[in-house]
């Protein structure tokens, strides 16, 4: 079992800048992807961000939406995922939750999100 607890979320002006985290209960980066999704009230659950490493280097994913403007990033030795987002926009207003998902079994965990306020 693997406990993800996200801090980092709030109220910010369109075009600020906010830092996510998601701290694990143990090491799991190199067997698992690491994942920010979101959902926005009415609207399904979106990927935003993965990463995952395989002990070399790191391989990350973003939609398209966020291209450019969000950056995900691990520390290994505190067993952290970061998802630092710039330019926010109104419509990145939303509940952010960690995901991790092994790479190697069905095992999936989720966090219990942060609420994110983008005001225009």
């Known amino acids: 079992q693997v406990q993800l607890v996200e801090s980092g979320g709030g109220l910010v002006q369109a075009g600020g800048s906010l830092r996510l985290s998601c701290a694990a209960s143990?090491?799991?980066?190199?067997?698992?992807?690491m994942g920010w999704y979101r959902q926005a009230p009415g609207k399904q659950r979106e990927l935003v961000a993965t990463l995952s490493n395989n002990g070399i280097e790191d391989y990350v994913n973003y939609a398209a939406s966020v291209q450019g403007r969000f950056t995900i990033s691990g520390d290994n030795a505190k067993d952290t995922v970061y998802l630092q987002m710039n330019s926010l926009k109104p419509e990145d207003t939303a509940v952010y939750y960690c995901?991790?998902?092994?790479?190697?079994?069905?095992?999936?965990?989720w966090g219990q999100g942060t609420q994110v306020t983008v005001s225009s």
């Open positions: 995901n991790a998902k092994s790479r190697f079994s069905s095992n999936e965990y």
């Open positions: 143990r090491n799991i980066f190199i067997t698992t992807v």
